[in-house]
Nanobody, 120 residues
């Protein structure tokens, strides 16, 4: 089994910053893509940012220039630095990973989510 555990959410004023972290543990060979989705109340879950094992990144247009995703492959951890936060960024943020199991099967795993609240 694989576990993804997020940390770093909280309450911040508009214009402030937060850094999210997500650490993967368990039995797997590697993690191809790690990233973050978010879900605001009454809205669908959406991709925020993703990063491959070789560092290629992808961002939602709404966060480009404000959020930066990075990862430490040795620690199986992904980070997301969120700057210039806006009330519209308020959501539960979910970490995910495309994991290669010991049986060479690709599987997606999700964290339980961490709440980010941006006050105006």
């Amino acid at each position: 089994q694989v576990q993804l555990v997020e940390s770093g959410g909280g309450l911040v004023q508009a214009g402030g910053s937060l850094r999210l972290s997500c650490a993967a543990s368990g039995r797997f060979l590697s993690i191809n893509v790690m990233g973050w989705y978010r879900q605001a109340p009454g809205k669908q879950r959406e991709l925020v940012a993703a990063i491959t094992s070789i560092g290629r990144t992808n961002y939602a247009d709404s966060v480009k220039g404000r959020f930066t995703i990075s990862r430490d492959n040795a620690k199986n951890t992904v980070y997301m630095q969120m700057n210039s936060l806006e009330p519209e960024d308020t959501a539960v943020y979910y970490c995910y990973g495309e994991v290669i199991t010991p049986d060479y099967v690709g599987m997606d795993y999700w964290g339980k989510g961490t709440l980010v609240t941006v006050s105006s």
